[in-house]
């Protein structure tokens, strides 16, 4: 079987991540990049091999098997709604989208298409997050603690909020979309920003939010953002069960039960491989591993978009029940 073909929208960080490591793979093929910044483009392709593309059509013109759209989350929609239009599988950074309009329209569009897609929730491939679930099995959980406290990232849209969405649709998705895989839905939340931006040029978005969760499940919970640090400070979940206490980050699992305390370590670049490798073997029709298409991720995006919208308004949102397709409603806190 010949080489699978791929494409790859955007060249920052992220697309470097995804062309290193596709490259990796002896059944792919990296066909070309395009960007805004055509040097950029060409920088990229010439490290990992194709070409550059002056533009997306130009790009899906040329054949590929699957496009990467790695662009920031205020340039997604119209570039996911070309390579729609031309059938071809879709793999998406996250978040999906600054906006939940966006989002539900390519959902929608994705969904009359039938097309294949992945979103890049890699923390989902953590092999201490299927033996978590496993732990979890037959254990209501009751509580569960999410935070990311880290810095501003060296980019410039990143601290407007209509540019990025803020911390906690940047950065905090990954642990919102942890909390749901393993925890459930998201019925209500509240939240609260601080008013004030981080020490950063140009800076809109709120430098600390915390929040309040309640589940459909009964249980209850935090999430805590933060950007205000020189460094990563930390990032995952704390969950509480009957008898036992569980530690998730990217590092590992640290598990407490009648037991004892022990930890299991983890690997977060092979998470970012497996996420790559489960996307290329599905477009090959040789793999089924695909654990966050775009319609799971909508989920995601709903969720951190109502925790934006709480802590921005100050009011209480309630989240529809899967698989309504409306988006949250505010409710009086």
Not at 65 to 73: N, R, W
Not at 279 to 292: C, H, N
Request: charged residues 25%; hydrophobic residues 45%; proline residues 6%.
């Amino acid at each position: 079987m010949r080489r699978c073909r791929v494409g790859v929208v955007g060249a920052g960080g992220v697309a470097q991540r995804h062309a290193r490591v596709l490259t990796g793979f002896d059944d792919v093929e990296l066909l070309g990049v395009t960007d805004v910044v055509g040097q950029a483009a060409a920088d990229l392709a010439g490290r990992h091999g194709g070409r550059a593309f002056g533009d997306v059509p130009e790009l899906l013109a040329a054949g590929p098997d699957a496009v990467y759209v790695c662009v920031p989350p205020f340039a997604h929609g119209p570039v996911e709604e070309e390579v729609i239009a031309a059938g071809v599988p879709m793999f998406v950074e996250k978040p999906v989208a600054v906006d939940l309009d966006t989002a539900e329209r390519i959902a929608e569009l994705v969904a009359r298409q039938g097309l294949l897609t992945a979103v890049g929730h890699h923390w989902r491939y953590l092999h201490v997050v299927d033996q978590a679930r496993e732990l979890l099995a037959g254990r209501p959980v009751r509580m569960v603690n999410g935070a990311w406290l880290d810095k501003v990232p060296p980019v410039a849209w990143w601290a407007r909020r209509d540019r990025s969405g803020g911390p906690v649709v940047e950065q905090a998705a990954h642990v919102l979309d942890l909390l749901r895989a393993l925890v459930g839905e998201v019925a209500e939340v509240t939240a609260y920003g601080d008013g004030s931006p981080p020490p950063v040029e140009g800076a809109d978005i709120d430098s600390v939010t915390a929040a309040t969760l309640r589940f459909d499940s009964g249980a209850v919970g935090t999430l805590a953002a933060a950007c205000v640090l020189g460094w990563k400070h930390r990032a995952g979940l704390e969950i509480l069960a009957d008898g036992l206490a569980l530690a998730l980050t990217e590092e590992g699992l640290t598990i407490r039960d009648a037991e004892g305390e022990r930890h299991v370590g983890a690997d977060p670049d092979a998470a970012r491989v497996a996420v790559d490798r489960a996307f290329v073997d599905a477009v090959r029709g040789i793999g089924d591993d695909v654990r966050v298409p775009y319609a799971e991720a909508l989920r995601t995006q709903r969720l951190a978009l109502a925790v934006a919208e709480s802590a921005r308004t100050g009011r209480g949102v309630t989240l529809p029940t899967p698989p309504a397709t409306s988006g949250p409603e505010r409710v009086d806190a």
